[in-house]
């Protein structure tokens, strides 16, 4: 098997988000109500020999990197031991709100994970409290130090600014980030919340947040590539700072994403209203080679852009935290 994860576009997939779970220990009031949400029935979860198999396969059309989220990836059951036989197939990393990561920052850098991306929206316990529901703010800052110490290096820093909540700490987490050697990157708000509240006049766009950055710091660009992250160097560097806006100023020409959820759907992005049941195929028996068939057919039929800002854009049937952020 050599043929590529081709869309009709050029672009080639080579990046891929394993959702390892839809529930969370958080409820950020963005992604999820106070009551949870209904979550997938557990005979429907992947077991990790199937996303063990389901990687092997993407690995053997071209995907280089693979991203472990949710839900709250930590939350997994055996995480390492799952971490340990993917980090033999790709280069692997981790997004997670942090909390646990005291605890397992240590194995899952022995078990072969490289990098985490700690989500972090505020600095303030009160406000980290009413932004979560939960009062744990000073686990998450410990569990990133925590991976600071493990080697999960650099220690990512995912922050959505939302206006009149927590915009008015742009600056101060980007000195808190600067201090320690994390390096922030400020992440659009987008249209993917269960509770269909996203309104664009409330997202605090990637142009006013430089506009923050820049009245205290020099930011000088550093070349984007595939990545989502604008990166800018810091007063010269090494230190930097990144903004994803993914709704102001999209990067869907340059894609390289693939997700797949946690009840085993791959999704060619993250606005995708169609999925394609892989799971369903592997429990009836699919082979590797036919499994690798459906995910091509999946990727070609990417669409160009998100379409955000099309009349008749439809926000994805399921949430951010069931498709894996
Ligand atoms: N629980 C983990 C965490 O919070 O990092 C991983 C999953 S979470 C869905 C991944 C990232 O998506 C977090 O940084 C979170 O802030 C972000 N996120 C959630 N809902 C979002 C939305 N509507 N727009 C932009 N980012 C969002
Ligand atoms: Fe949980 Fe992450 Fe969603 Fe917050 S953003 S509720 S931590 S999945």
Known sequence: MTAALLDTFGRVATDLRVSLTD??????????????????????????????RLVGVAVSLGVRTVRLTGGEPLIRPGLPGLVARLADLAELSLTTNGLGLTRLAQPLADAGLRRVNVSLDSLRADRFLALTRRDRLDEVIAGMAAAAAAGL???????????????????????????RGYELRFIEQMPLDPQHAWDRSSMVT????????????????????????????????????????????PFCGACDRIRLTADGQLRNCLFAREESDLRTALRAGATDAELAVRMQAAVRAKKAGHGIDDPDFLQPDRPMSAIGG
């Open 23 to 52: 529930k969370c220990n958080l409820r950020c009031t963005y992604c999820m109500p106070a009551e949870g949400l209904p979550w997938l029935p557990s005979a429907e979860l992947l077991t990790d020999d199937e996303i063990v």
């Open 153 to 179: 290096t650099p220690v990512k820093v995912n922050t959505v600014l939302m206006r009149g909540v927590n915009d008015d700490e742009a600056g101060e987490l980007l000195e808190w980030c600067l201090e």
């Open 206 to 249: 990637a142009d006013e947040v430089l506009e923050r950055l820049t009245a205290r710091h020099t930011l000088t660009p550093v070349e984007r590539g595939s990545a989502p992250a604008e990166v800018w160097l810091v007063d010269g560097g090494p230190a930097r700072v990144g903004v994803v806006g993914s709704v102001s100023r």
